[in-house]
């Protein structure tokens, strides 16, 4: 029988870390939710100790996710420890994820710290971790850049503290796949009580090698692979959980390794954290992108046309790509849009779906046909958004070609307060930014503006990202309609409540 591989999605943690991918609290928690429904075994849902609004939302998600373990990282240090427990323990099955560095370079220069005195530290931080649970992982940050042999004597020590979990981390995404396997069979093969620990690799894309790092190591012993979806992540991400999985599947010939990761739910999920990051899928981005099942080429075709399999090695199918189109509008009843919901993974209260009714009967009044993409949009424009301090009302836009620069006029609500203001801008977008960054009193930095079709044809809801940054902070934020402009009010006024909620949250409000 083929040996299971445990999946450990990382998304909610490290995936977080990249620019522009934090997550409100429904977020995480709508993000944890379908993580559950993909079937992951792990779920590291953040970093207790970083911040209170981390604390809240890992402990959130430790209560409501069942059937699977939600794990915190912690630094080697007694009260990271202590804060990351109160925070899973109320989970089905809590897991503390305590980490230290080895490399000679991290200690030296990070650490300051001689390797006796690391050794050291790793033991206590896993005895008092285990003093919580069972279930306590540790991991060797940087190990691809550590002495093996120091690496044998740090996971020995961690084991004999009462680690289950050993994580071999290739933090900078350093390590060359044949290279990195054989640091694993070897650390494996060296460490005298190895049989008492799963042992799991963690890698980074720095040089495009993540998930070849990954399946490299899964050869080579390691049983637990910690992976985000569409590989997000610090600078160039982590391996991709779709890649991974997909590999193992489609080569099982090679690999004969199995998961429990229900592959149909593949696309939805990234589709998922596409629209809660306002980060479009990039087309040839490989399993879940527009181009990955596309063919152009003559010659391509026609192999198609004659047996599929000439040119593809998967099916569209098996990553949840083919699905009946949505075909709602302002007639359609409140059961038939509930169910819709449901088959697209959400549940919602009473009060939520009445909201998503109502914004379906108003888009259908725009289109002349909804998808399930513009119903998820508008869940996650409806619903999922943090509670607006700055909220839109109205707004009006001119332009023209005689040389009158266009003009917003933008009525908004601030702290439940009706407010208006007029305006001009080098652009139709420009003018109703400077309309609203007068209103609410602020003058952010706009850093990036992209816009993207939902779906397809004339009638498709734009979505549009900004990212602003003022006075050091910066947040990403997200909107989307059929009238661009309105998107990209949305949109700016997204950001701008994220603003103030990272003020609020790192005052202490």
């Given at each position: 029988?083929?040996?299971r591989?445990r999946?450990?999605?990382?998304?909610?943690?490290?995936?977080?870390?990249?620019?522009?991918?934090t997550?409100?609290?429904?977020?995480?928690?709508?993000?944890?939710?379908?993580l559950?429904?993909l079937?992951?075994?792990?779920?590291?849902?953040?970093?207790p100790?970083?911040?209170?609004?981390?604390f809240?939302s890992?402990?959130?998600?430790?209560?409501?996710?069942k059937?699977?373990?939600v794990?915190?990282?912690c630094r080697?240090l007694?009260?990271?420890?202590?804060?990351?427990?109160?925070?899973?323990?109320v989970a089905e099955?809590?897991?503390?994820?305590t980490?230290?560095a080895?490399?000679?370079?991290?200690?030296?220069?990070?650490?300051?710290k001689?390797?006796d005195e690391?050794?050291?530290?790793?033991d206590?931080?896993?005895?008092?971790?285990a003093g919580?649970?069972?279930?306590?992982?540790?991991?060797?940050?940087?190990?691809?850049?550590?002495?093996?042999?120091?690496?044998?004597?740090?996971f020995?020590?961690?084991?004999?503290?009462?680690?289950?979990?050993?994580?071999?981390?290739?933090?900078?995404?350093?390590?060359?796949?044949?290279?990195f396997?054989?640091?694993?069979?070897?650390?494996?093969?060296?460490?005298?009580?190895?049989?008492?620990?799963?042992?799991?690799v963690?890698?980074?894309?720095d040089?495009?090698?993540g998930?070849?790092?990954?399946?490299a190591?899964l050869?080579?012993g390691?049983?637990?692979?910690e992976?985000?979806?569409s590989?997000?992540?610090?600078?160039?991400?982590n391996?991709?959980?779709?890649e991974?999985?997909m590999?193992?599947?489609t080569?099982?010939d090679?690999?004969?390794?199995?998961?429990g990761i229900?592959?149909?739910?593949?696309?939805?999920?990234?589709r998922?954290l596409?629209?809660?990051?306002?980060?479009?899928?990039?087309?040839n981005?490989?399993?879940?992108?527009?181009?990955?099942f596309?063919?152009?080429s003559?010659?391509?075709?026609?192999?198609?046309l004659?047996?599929?399999?000439?040119?593809e090695?998967?099916?569209p199918?098996?990553?949840?790509?083919?699905?009946t189109?949505?075909?709602?509008?302002?007639?359609s009843?409140?059961?038939?849009?509930?169910?819709?919901?449901?088959e697209?993974?959400?549940?919602?209260?009473?009060?939520?779906?009445?909201?998503?009714?109502?914004a379906v009967?108003?888009?259908?009044?725009?289109k002349?046909?909804?998808h399930?993409e513009?119903?998820?949009?508008l869940?996650?424009?409806?619903v999922?958004?943090?509670?607006?301090?700055?909220?839109l009302v109205n707004?009006?836009?001119?332009?023209?070609?005689t040389?009158?620069?266009?003009?917003?006029?933008?009525v908004?609500?601030?702290?439940?307060?009706?407010?208006?203001?007029?305006?001009?801008?080098a652009?139709?977008?420009?003018?109703?930014?400077?309309?609203?960054a007068h209103?609410?009193?602020?003058t952010?930095q706009l850093?990036?503006y992209?816009?993207?079709a939902?779906t397809?044809?004339?009638?498709?809801?734009g979505?549009?990202t900004?990212?602003?940054?003022?006075?050091?902070?910066?947040?990403?934020?997200?909107g989307?309609?059929?009238?661009i402009i309105?998107?990209?009010?949305?949109?700016?006024?997204?950001?701008l409540?994220?603003?103030?909620?990272?003020?609020?949250?790192?005052?202490?409000i």
């Amino acid at each position: 029988m083929a040996e299971r591989i445990r999946i450990f999605d990382t998304t909610l943690r490290d995936g977080e870390q990249s620019p522009g991918a934090t997550m409100n609290i429904k977020e995480k928690l709508r993000l944890a939710h379908q993580l559950q429904t993909l079937g992951v075994d792990i779920i590291e849902a953040g970093f207790p100790a970083a911040s209170p609004g981390d604390f809240e939302s890992v402990r959130a998600i430790a209560k409501t996710v069942k059937g699977m373990t939600v794990a915190g990282l912690c630094r080697a240090l007694p009260a990271d420890i202590d804060r990351a427990w109160d925070a899973v323990c109320v989970a089905e099955s809590p897991r503390l994820h305590t980490f230290l560095a080895t490399s000679p370079v991290h200690m030296q220069y990070k650490l300051r710290k001689t390797p006796d005195e690391v050794v050291r530290m790793v033991d206590a931080a896993v005895r008092h971790a285990a003093g919580h649970t069972s279930n306590v992982e540790f991991s060797a940050e940087d190990a691809s850049r550590s002495d093996r042999d120091f690496l044998v004597r740090v996971f020995t020590t961690a084991i004999e503290a009462g680690a289950t979990t050993i994580n071999i981390p290739d933090t900078v995404g350093y390590a060359q796949p044949e290279e990195f396997g054989a640091l694993v069979r070897y650390v494996i093969e060296n460490t005298p009580n190895a049989h008492k620990a799963v042992f799991s690799v963690h890698c980074h894309n720095d040089l495009g090698l993540g998930v070849a790092n990954t399946l490299a190591a899964l050869r080579a012993g390691a049983r637990q692979a910690e992976v985000t979806i569409s590989g997000i992540g610090e600078r160039a991400g982590n391996a991709a959980l779709e890649e991974l999985v997909m590999a193992l599947r489609t080569r099982h010939d090679y690999f004969g390794l199995d998961t429990g990761i229900v592959t149909e739910q593949l696309y939805p999920t990234c589709r998922l954290l596409s629209m809660i990051i306002g980060q479009p899928i990039p087309a040839n981005k490989a399993i879940v992108g527009a181009n990955a099942f596309a063919h152009e080429s003559g010659i391509h075709q026609d192999g198609m046309l004659k047996h599929r399999e000439t040119y593809e090695i998967m099916t569209p199918e098996s990553i949840g790509r083919t699905r009946t189109e949505l075909v709602l509008g302002k007639h359609s009843g409140r059961n038939a849009v509930k169910n819709k919901l449901e088959e697209l993974g959400y549940r919602l209260e009473e009060d939520q779906l009445n909201t998503v009714v109502d914004a379906v009967k108003q888009l259908a009044d725009k289109k002349k046909q909804i998808h399930d993409e513009d119903v998820e949009a508008l869940v996650l424009e409806e619903v999922y958004r943090i509670p607006d301090r700055y909220r839109l009302v109205n707004l009006s836009v001119q332009c023209s070609d005689t040389g009158m620069p266009p003009t917003a006029a933008v009525v908004m609500e601030v702290d439940g307060e009706t407010m208006r203001h007029a305006g001009f801008g080098a652009g139709p977008i420009d003018a109703v930014f400077n309309a609203i960054a007068h209103i609410v009193g602020r003058t952010p930095q706009l850093e990036r503006y992209s816009v993207t079709a939902i779906t397809g044809g004339t009638d498709a809801q734009g979505e549009v990202t900004v990212r602003v940054r003022e006075n050091g902070g910066t947040a990403v934020g997200r909107g989307s309609h059929p009238d661009i402009i309105i998107a990209s009010a949305r949109a700016y006024l997204n950001a701008l409540n994220r603003l103030v909620k990272k003020e609020e949250e790192k005052e202490g409000i």
